[in-house]
């Protein structure tokens, strides 16, 4: 039956597709840059840096071929999955079959937004994290899916307490989602934090869903593991793999699924019905990426994403600190997790993540996304995206500096 809708031709369920704060702090953000102020934009996670010439030269040469422009063969065999099954081979020491265990995405978020969807039915519970990136409660309001959140805490390294869950909880979940390197916490998880999740999960019969978008942005010689890596997990789990902060190709849409064949089945299904796949020459380039990354000697052009972004961080962690902010200096990923200083408003009230994002912006044009972004467990704090180059962010630190002098409340 037609529904009473708050707007006409807008659907209610977009109002449970996750936090409105990127709409506000975009709107903020456009207000100070229509008042002049210049903006460092520390909010979104886009790399700032292109893919190495040899992937934009794959995907020029593919673009002016002329058999690339049918609809894409991602059905079976095609060399981008056999480059993927190459890859998580050398990276992990991974087997998969890249036809059953292996489904090309457009980004991980395309396969993000449509696994509940594909394996979970309206009603199912699933555990998802919190603070999370926000697609992962989204999709699951889209496919009807009752999310039971996860808080994610310091005191347990950001770790869920899997123990703490009731037995009958964890029956009756289809699946549990979960992302180390973290974002936006930075956190990170090693094998044996996975042995254990496998075999509660297999206790449980629960599919583990492991989001693994920033495995080569590991700081301090880390490489962050698979989760496939635990013996026997190809039975219980899937992990999500994208090119685009690893390989600064967030435009060049491409990333993959690999694991259980059940739950990847079912998503290419889904997505058979959907759409016809990534463009050719797109997986053309995600084919050069892969085999930069396996090659010994890539090259000059082709030092790994986490280089550069370790560098980022320890510039901007020892700027802060300089100015009296003492951040916590992330293990991985594109991200610093602050936890806000002490300050508060006229009536003596701490300020929220949102309020100090805000002024923070107004006042001196540095965007960063409050916590509050990514679940109630993320208030108290601001994550930081390092994507700006070094001077600048010398320069957002300096201004993140005199903005909490002026406030005189350094916590
Ligand atoms: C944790 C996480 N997963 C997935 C994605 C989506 O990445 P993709 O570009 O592969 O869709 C992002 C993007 O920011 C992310 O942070």
Not at 199 to 223: P, T
Not at 241 to 252: P, Q, R, V, Y
Not at 324 to 332: F, I, R, Y
Request: charged share 25%; net charge negative.
């Amino acid at each position: 039956m037609k529904q009473l809708h708050t707007n006409r031709f807008r659907a209610n369920r977009l109002s449970r597709l996750g936090s409105s704060i990127f709409a506000e702090v975009a709107a903020w953000k456009r207000e100070a840059a229509s008042g002049g102020t210049d903006i460092i934009d520390l909010g979104i996670g886009s790399p700032d840096r292109p893919p190495t010439l040899k992937v934009r030269q794959a995907l020029g040469e593919a673009a002016l071929r002329e058999d690339m422009y049918a609809y894409p063969a991602t059905s079976s065999g095609m060399p981008f999955k056999e480059a993927a099954a190459a890859w998580m081979a050398y990276r992990f020491g991974v087997q998969v079959d890249p036809v059953t265990e292996i489904v090309t995405l457009m980004g991980s978020q395309d396969g993000l937004a449509h696994l509940a969807m594909a394996v979970c039915d309206p009603g199912d519970t699933a555990f998802v994290p919190d603070p999370g990136y926000p697609i992962y409660a989204a999709s699951m309001a889209l496919a009807g899916v009752e999310p039971v959140f996860l808080p994610l805490r310091e005191e347990n390294g950001y770790l869920p307490d899997l123990d703490s869950i009731a037995d009958e909880r964890w029956d009756a979940a289809s699946f549990i989602l979960l992302n180390y390197p973290n974002n936006p916490l930075s956190a990170v998880a090693d094998l044996s934090f996975f042995e254990r999740l496998i075999a509660k999960a297999r206790r449980h019969d629960v599919l583990v869903v492991h989001d693994l978008a920033y495995s080569e942005m590991g700081f301090d010689g880390l490489e962050p593991p698979s989760v496939l890596q635990v013996p026997g997990a190809l039975g219980q789990a899937v992990e999500f793999h994208s090119l685009s902060k690893s390989f600064n190709m967030a435009g060049c849409r491409i990333g993959f699924l690999v694991g259980n064949r059940d739950a990847v089945g079912a998503l290419r299904e889904l997505k058979g019905n959907i759409d016809y796949g990534v463009f050719d020459p797109v997986q053309e380039a995600g084919i050069a990426a892969l085999r930069e990354a396996m090659s010994p000697n890539g090259g000059p052009a082709y030092p790994k994403a986490g280089v550069i972004y370790e560098r980022r961080r320890d510039i901007l962690v020892e700027a802060l600190r300089e100015q009296g902010w003492e951040v916590e200096a992330p293990k991985a990923t594109m991200f610093v997790w602050a936890k806000l200083p002490a300050l508060r408003d006229e009536n003596g009230d701490d300020w929220s993540s949102r309020t100090f994002s805000r002024h923070l912006l107004r006042q001196t044009g540095v965007v960063v996304i409050p916590g509050e972004a990514f679940g109630a467990e993320g208030e108290g704090y601001v994550r930081i995206a390092l994507v700006e180059d070094e001077d600048r962010l010398l320069e957002a630190a300096a201004r993140i500096g005199a903005f909490l002098k002026r406030r005189d409340m350094v916590g």
